[in-house]
């Protein structure tokens, strides 16, 4: 049984902010999938997600940031984050309360 759950790591993850956009990058729809596996008395994480553009340069530091998210689950193993671009990011993922932000209806 894991020590925490994926909906656990979506919490934490709701702390890491896109710094040019300002939303959180679980409202703005970043994170496709949280695989937990256990391993002896930890649990890894691995994290699939996307960024807002291919070329979006503060993406090594979201990743970091994510990362350093992570640090308070109990019994945290290894974190790995697995960038993809498919399918591609679109406003239309991000969540209600994000569009709202931005004005976005």
Same mark, same amino acid.
């Given at each position: 049984? /894991?020590?925490?759950?994926?909906?656990?790591?979506?919490?934490?993850?709701?702390?890491?902010y896109d710094?040019?956009? =300002? @939303? $959180?990058?679980?409202? !703005?729809g970043l @994170?496709?999938?949280?695989? +937990? &596996?256990?391993?002896?008395?930890? &649990?890894?994480? +691995?994290? &699939?997600? &996307?960024?807002?553009?291919? =070329?979006?340069? +503060? %993406?090594? @530091?979201?990743?970091?940031? +994510?990362?350093?998210? !992570?640090? %308070?689950?109990? $019994?945290?193993?290894?974190?790995?984050? $697995?960038?993809?671009w498919s /399918? /591609?990011?679109? /406003?239309?993922?991000?969540?209600?309360?994000?569009?709202?932000?931005?004005?976005?209806?």
């Open positions: 049984m /894991p020590h925490f759950t994926a909906d656990d790591v979506r919490e934490h993850l709701k702390t890491v710094p040019e956009i =300002g @939303i $959180n990058i679980v409202d !703005l @994170i496709y999938d949280i695989d +937990l &596996t256990e391993r002896d008395d930890k &649990t890894d994480v +691995l994290v &699939t997600m &996307t960024l807002t553009s291919m =070329g979006c340069p +503060l %993406g090594p @530091i979201i990743m970091q940031e +994510l990362t350093r998210a !992570l640090d %308070g689950l109990p $019994n945290l193993g290894e974190v790995d984050v $697995n960038l993809v /399918p /591609p990011w679109t /406003p239309d993922m991000m969540s209600e309360e994000a569009k709202d932000e931005l004005g976005i209806w």
